[in-house]
């Protein structure tokens, strides 16, 4: 990655694929921060809904990643799957966020959230869900969004993040055309195999189709690849297990002018 020289007038964030269990916990754990200190990022949004045990988020796992240099969990499909997690999104939504676009009067937690720098600047992020080959009972993600920046805008100019979680990369791509100009930057995640399509839309958003995973790169999309291929081999059950080995950050890395909200530039993140 050729960084850029830090200017003041830019917000440089990072924002990584799905943490997958213990080896992706402890990926950020041992990489974020000495990651954050080599390119001077201000903010850190990690998707975290692969957490606990491969599946889900519950108090613990959130709580270790945040520790681990994270300023702001999204999640996606799996967001409800461990015990007393509805309870922590209701206590906890101004940091770890749930897709939007579930129905409001039935979903616990937040769809969005707002985060400030030290000098002020103030960063939105919201996490949808797409309904492409995805099941869930999820609303349109693209009203959705349309309701979310037409509520921010009101507040003021500031920078916006979408984690457009969705199985689809035309989903997402429609996501990025659908919002640019409107939004800062636009990733994708879900499908944990990082795309090479980092690029700055003609209206000014920052977009990647997908960040990939933080875990361990030795299985199948960051599980036991003997259990992955015995479920496509044998109609059996094989419950799924988390992949052994050390963990790999995959992800995104942007730099966000302050004032315009427009991305300026922005680079793949592949550590390990
Ligand atoms: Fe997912
Ligand atoms: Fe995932």
Not at 118 to 128: E, F, K, R, S, Y
């Amino acid at each position: 990655m050729e960084l850029p020289q830090k200017s003041d007038v830019n917000l440089r964030v990072i924002v990584l694929g799905d943490v997958v269990g213990r080896p992706g916990r402890q990926a950020l754990g041992r990489s974020l921060r000495p990651l954050k200190q080599r390119t001077s990022a201000d903010l850190v949004v990690v998707n975290g809904e692969n957490a606990a045990g491969g599946a889900g988020i519950d108090a613990g796992t959130a709580l270790e990643i945040r520790s681990a240099g994270v300023d702001i969990v999204t999640l996606g499909d799996h967001a409800f799957q461990r015990k007393g997690v509805n309870e922590f999104l209701d206590k906890n939504g101004e940091w770890c966020i749930r897709p939007c676009n579930f129905p409001k009067d039935t979903t616990p937690g937040s769809g969005w959230c707002t985060w400030r720098s030290p000098d002020g600047v103030t960063v939105h992020v919201i996490n949808l869900m797409g309904r492409v080959f995805m099941g869930g009972a999820t609303e349109c993600p693209f009203r959705c969004v349309d309701g979310f920046l037409s509520e921010v805008s009101a507040q003021g100019s500031a920078i916006t993040i979408c984690d457009m979680h969705a199985e689809a990369t035309s989903e997402k791509w429609a996501m990025g055309r659908y919002t640019d100009g409107r939004m800062s930057l636009v990733v994708g995640t879900h499908t944990h195999v990082q795309t090479a399509d980092a690029q700055i839309l003609p209206g000014g958003t920052g977009y990647l189709t997908d960040l990939g995973m933080t875990g361990a790169n030795t299985g199948v999309i960051g599980m036991d690849a003997q259990v992955a291929l015995k479920r496509f081999l044998s109609p059996t059950p094989a419950p799924y297990q988390i992949a052994e080995g050390e963990g790999i950050l995959h992800g995104v890395i942007a730099d966000i002018d302050k004032v315009t909200g427009k991305t300026v530039w922005i680079s793949l993140v592949r550590e390990g």
